[in-house]
Antibody
Framework: EVQLVQSGAEVKKPGESLKISCQASGYRFPSYWIGWVRQMPGKGLEWMAIIYPGDSDIRYSPSFQGQVTISADEYISTVYLMWSSLKPSDSAMYFC????????????WGQGTLVSVSS | EIVMTQSPATLSVSPGESATLSCRASQSISRNLAWYQQRPGQAPRLLIYGASTRATGISARFSGSGSGTEFTLTISSLQSEDFAVYYCQQYNDWRTFGQGTKVDIK
């Protein structure tokens, strides 16, 4: 059974750094793209970034380029999303998702990680 | 960037009735379109891909159609668990989501 299990909710202050995680199981981790999707409170879904763990090929949506960093650890089947300096506007729910293929559907979703940034 | 526009923003439907949701792409995306359902407090889940193929385990009450720039998701005989927000997403060129249609109880 494919599962994406995300790390727990975070409460941070502006300017702090943060790394959230998504651990995959039930399939061959290096062979599928995994991405991150943001959902701000009461809003829709936004693509952020994706990574192919097999060769660490990475792509960012223009809106998020330079704002976040995606990475993967193939040995523990985990993908990360990192911020070096959080802003209150980063407060949102973040979902990791598996792509069936490069140009294809998002077939499995993590449960979400809520990030709250406030002074 | 391909812009996906969903309509209506909110659809009020009585249980047992059907609902028709629309999604329009700003340029042709062939049939590279998926639909997702998001219930309150939950992660989205895949309903339809390739514009009309139901994902594993999805009820036959959900059907998708369309190609090019115009797409439709139809939900027949709405049940309580179907009241949710529905998103379309194109994967023809990078990937973008529509803004969502909320289906609520009339």
């Amino acid at each position: 059974e494919v599962q994406l299990v995300q790390s727990g909710a975070e409460v941070k202050k502006p300017g702090e750094s943060l790394k959230i995680s998504c651990q995959a199981s039930g399939y061959r981790f290096p062979s599928y793209w995994i991405g991150w999707v943001r959902q701000m409170p009461g809003k829709g879904l936004e693509w952020m970034a994706i990574i192919y763990p097999g060769d660490s090929d990475i792509r960012y949506s223009p809106s998020f380029q330079g704002q976040v960093t995606i990475s993967a650890d193939e040995y523990i089947s985990t993908v990360y999303l990192m911020w070096s300096s959080l802003k209150p506007s980063d407060s949102a729910m973040y979902f990791c998702v598996r792509l069936y293929n490069w140009s294809d559907r998002l077939d499995f979703w993590g449960q979400g990680t809520l990030v709250s940034v406030s002074s | 960037e391909i812009v996906m526009t969903q309509s209506p923003a909110t659809l009020s439907v009585s249980p047992g009735e059907s609902a028709t949701l629309s999604c329009r792409a700003s340029q042709s995306i062939s049939r590279n379109l998926a639909w997702y359902q998001q219930r309150p407090g939950q992660a989205p889940r895949l309903l339809i891909y390739g514009a009309s193929t139901r994902a594993t385990g999805i009820s036959a009450r959900f059907s998708g159609s369309g190609s090019g720039t115009e797409f439709t998701l139809t939900i027949s005989s709405l049940q309580s668990e179907d009241f949710a927000v529905y998103y379309c997403q194109q994967y023809n060129d990078w990937r973008t989501f529509g803004q969502g249609t909320k289906v609520d109880i009339k």
